[in-house]
């Protein structure tokens, strides 16, 4: 009976021992197990061109369109009639290149007869002031004589005053000939408004006119663009002020030429911050040739180098 008694003690005591092993290599508290840890994350692109990617590995990419300094609508410097067009899109034009002409045959007529009052008013100032150096000899002759006695006062007065009558003849003239000129010059002005030239070399993106038009002033003519150098601008955060600095070189690329790296070079920084956006200014140029790249073109600039 005592010996029943000692087995089943053991049997409660080799329990107890086993529960407490279990115990000490179970779960971890709460019941949960412990994951593999995953693998990590790939880089995704976002629709902004910026790469979403770990901080480690992460770039900075901006983007924007190719420009060029020169591009401006070329508008009409007075009303009339589109005579001729000596220029269409795609031309290469050189500055100062006539590319249109309106109606001028009233305008040249009124120039024509402004030259020639202007040279009838020039002849008509050479003879008065021929006849005003004579009466001014008279004059310096009657002082001679006056200032000797031999002559009276009044013919000493009446060759004094007939010399400076003279003088402001020759006066009114001249600002007769001052109006003529002047409206010479207006009327020249004006139908050299009628010569539609190229502000600038480049080539003709668009025409809006056609021949026999009427237009206004103001109205545009041609669409007028220069052929480089290429240039893009972009904002950068505030972060990046002393990293990026004038005659920095950075790649450039975009899709419509994918296979191409080009190089761009940093010519203006701007030296103020947006305070509304914590952004500043940045104007980059191409280097070297140009290849397939044209104004209008998206592009993409990399800052990875400016981390």
């Known amino acids: 009976m005592q010996s029943a008694q000692l087995r089943h003690l053991a049997l409660i005591l080799l329990g107890l021992a086993s529960g407490v092993l279990m115990a000490c290599s179970g779960p971890a508290p709460g019941g949960s197990v412990a994951a593999a840890p995953a693998p990590p994350l790939a880089a995704r692109p976002t629709s902004s061109g910026m790469t979403n990617a770990p901080a480690s590995q992460k770039g900075f990419t901006v983007s924007g369109p190719l420009i060029v300094e020169h591009q401006l609508d070329l508008l009409a410097q007075r009303e009339g009639v589109v005579a001729k067009l000596l220029s269409d899109v795609g031309a290469s034009v050189g500055a100062g290149n006539l590319l249109a002409e309106l109606d001028d045959r009233q305008l040249a007529t009124d120039l024509e007869a402004a030259r020639a009052k202007t040279q009838a008013t020039e002849a008509e100032l050479k003879s008065w002031q021929s006849e ?112 990026i600095e004038r005659g920095q070189e950075l790649p450039l690329t975009t899709p419509d030429v994918p296979d191409q790296t080009y190089k761009a070079k940093v010519v203006e920084v701007s030296p103020v911050v947006d305070p509304s956006s914590s952004t500043f200014e940045v104007l980059v140029e191409l280097k070297g ?16 180098n400016l981390r």
């Open 289 to 304: 040739s140009r290849g397939a790249l044209r104004p209008g073109m998206d592009a993409s600039v990399n800052l990875d």
């Open 132 to 243: 005003a150096k004579v009466l001014q000899s008279d004059y310096d002759r009657a002082q001679k004589l006056w200032d000797a006695q031999l002559i009276p006062l009044e013919q000493y007065e009446h060759a004094k005053y007939k010399a400076e009558e003279e003088q402001w003849d020759v006066q009114r003239i001249e600002q007769l000939l001052i109006n003529a000129q002047a409206n010479q010059r207006s009327l020249e002005l004006e139908l050299e408004k009628t010569r539609i030239r190229a502000p600038f070399s480049g080539v003709v993106a668009r025409r809006y006119v056609r021949e026999g038009q009427q237009v206004a002033r103001g109205d545009r003519v041609f669409w007028i663009t220069g052929e480089g150098p290429l240039r893009m601008r972009f904002t950068l955060p505030e972060r990046f002020i002393g990293r």
